[in-house]
């Protein structure tokens, strides 16, 4: 009876386990073509990623107005002063990340993109290294060269090659390299209480929408006030349609933020981790099959380079958390166990979770 109940718990947590990882790629591939898709048609992608941020900081806030009004619990609200001091460079970092990766699709292709952006662990841990959070080690360096070599290969006489469009998404990725660093010394400050990914996505969104205006307002500010699609529109079912089209993006994006958070509350950051390698096949196979991405067999071999690279870190912080005592699912407490699992208060001993966190906190956008 109890060996029966052991293998019933085991399949029920394969399953559960399963369907999250799925969910998270609905949610993470679908907005990668569904934003590829639409700069299609809808070229103002700054706009559109500014929207974006405030669907998701809608959406926040009607999460913590729920569970505030079910828990009887207050929601962290931060002071104006460490809003500014200490929120505000992370802002600006992510909102600089997302908004170029946006900008980005009107240039290159899925494949590209994907592969590119991939190259953010290699900035992560630079600055890491640099901000003092990892030490340096024989197996980063290896990590690194393993990732910028196939990131080389993978761009070597690619028949699809965009020079601005890589710089554009080459920059987000090294701007995402100081994005996560501050993200992750943001959630090392308990004092803050930011911990929860949902109270994190609402006082990030107007500082981050902020941030990007001004790069708005030069490079699309004009062109916008004069499309047709937008302000001097003559079909207003065309507007809505436009306007409907962006809003769903933005659900994507929130849903992105929210499944990765379900995930890791359930299982780890590690099977995060190792869902986003293979997620990244994934993209690039649909890429190629879907949407007619060339991709050689040299891109395709660089592209298995970088993918051991990252496959290095994900083992060697597996080992590293294994040596800590391995990494352990979040748990909420509360009346309503579901719902305050996923937009729990942050706790005093929570802090052994803020590093899983950190993986994915603030992440709602891309």
């Not at 990882?21 to 559109?48: E, R």
């Not at 640099?130 to 197996?139: G, I, P, Q, V």
């Not at 090392?188 to 981050?208: C, R, S, V, W, Y």
């Not at 409907?244 to 659900?251: E, M, P, V, Y």
Request: glycine fraction near 8%; proline fraction near 3%; include cysteine.
């Amino acid at each position: 009876m109890g060996r029966w109940a052991l293998d019933v718990a085991f399949v029920w947590k394969a399953v559960l386990t399963l369907g999250l990882v799925l969910l998270y790629y609905c949610f993470s591939i679908g907005i990668t073509f569904y934003n590829k898709w639409l700069t299609k048609s809808f070229h103002f992608p700054l706009f559109m990623t500014m929207l974006h941020l405030a669907v998701i900081f809608l959406f926040s806030a009607l999460s913590r107005a729920l569970v505030q009004c079910s828990s009887h619990r207050a929601r962290v609200v931060l002071s104006w002063t460490d809003y500014l001091r200490r929120v505000a460079p992370t802002a600006l970092a992510t909102a600089l990340d997302v908004g170029l990766s946006n900008w980005s699709f009107l240039y290159i292709t899925v494949s590209l993109y994907t592969m590119t952006k991939s190259s953010a662990v290699l900035f992560i841990l630079i600055f890491s290294l640099l901000f003092k959070l990892e030490e340096l080690r024989s197996a980063l360096v290896l990590v690194v060269l393993l990732i910028a070599g196939g990131l080389f290969m993978f761009t070597y006489k690619s028949t699809q090659f965009n020079v601005e469009g890589f710089a554009l998404v080459l920059g987000a990725s090294f701007i995402g390299g100081i994005r996560w660093t501050l993200t992750q010394m943001l959630l090392q400050k308990a004092e803050l209480g930011l911990q929860n990914p949902i109270d994190t996505m609402f006082h990030l969104q107007p500082l981050m929408f902020l941030g990007l205006f001004p790069l708005f307002a030069i490079f699309e500010g004009l062109h916008l006030s004069t499309s047709e699609k937008i302000f001097r529109f003559q079909d207003t079912g065309l507007l809505l349609r436009v306007l409907g089209s962006l809003f769903l993006g933005g659900i994507l994006a929130f849903g992105l933020g929210f499944s990765e958070f379900l995930l890791v509350s359930r299982t780890s950051s590690l099977t995060l981790s190792i869902a986003g390698i293979f997620k990244e096949v994934c993209t690039l196979l649909l890429a190629a099959h879907l949407l007619g991405d060339q991709i050689s067999l040299l891109n395709w071999l660089g592209f298995a380079l970088c993918l051991s690279g990252i496959s290095l870190h994900v083992a060697l912080k597996a080992l590293h958390s294994r040596g800590d005592g391995g990494p352990k699912p979040l748990k909420g407490p509360g009346s309503h166990p579901d719902l305050e699992l996923l937009l729990r208060s942050s706790r005093p001993e929570e802090e052994n979770n803020e590093e899983e966190e950190g993986y994915f906190v603030a992440q709602g956008q891309q």
